[in-house]
């Protein structure tokens, strides 16, 4: 009796979080997307402020995160349908990480 309770529990545990409900799965569709666009829009923006300009790098990533504001708000819609503070606090943090990051790149340095 007690190798059946063991069996049945291991099964119905194997299986815990197995399902993808549909709308898990398009959300998540979204996040990427939407994810890529702004990781797009930063790289396009950090050449142009590079090619244009000697500035300091984290002036260039700060111009080239608010001129990807619209995609960053759509990545902050989909991945915090709950509008939490403090996730979107930071996503725009990594937005600006990753702007400097693609600067640091296009002028041919290491971004650690």
Same mark, same amino acid.
């Given at each position: 009796?007690?190798?059946?309770?063991?069996?049945?529990?291991?099964?119905?545990?194997?299986?815990?979080?197995?399902?993808?409900?549909?709308?898990?799965?398009?959300?998540?569709?979204? *996040?990427?997307?939407?994810?890529?666009?702004?990781?797009?829009?930063?790289?396009?923006?950090?050449?142009?402020?590079?090619?244009?300009?000697?500035?300091?790098?984290?002036?260039?990533?700060?111009?080239?995160?608010?001129?990807?504001?619209?995609?960053?708000?759509?990545? *902050?819609?989909?991945?915090?349908?709950?509008?939490?503070?403090?996730?979107?606090?930071?996503?725009?943090?990594?937005?600006?990480?990753?702007?400097?990051?693609?600067?640091?790149?296009?002028?041919?340095?290491?971004?650690?």
């Amino acid at each position: 009796m007690r190798r059946a309770f063991v069996l049945v529990v291991l099964l119905v545990t194997a299986c815990e979080g197995s399902f993808v409900r549909p709308e898990d799965l398009g959300r998540k569709i979204e *996040i990427n997307k939407s994810y890529e666009a702004r990781d797009t829009c930063l790289k396009h923006k950090a050449v142009d402020g590079t090619a244009t300009s000697s500035a300091d790098p984290a002036t260039v990533a700060s111009a080239a995160a608010v001129a990807c504001q619209g995609e960053t708000d759509r990545l *902050i819609t989909a991945a915090n349908p709950d509008h939490d503070t403090k996730v979107t606090a930071s996503i725009r943090q990594d937005t600006e990480f990753r702007a400097k990051k693609y600067v640091l790149q296009a002028r041919g340095l290491r971004a650690d």
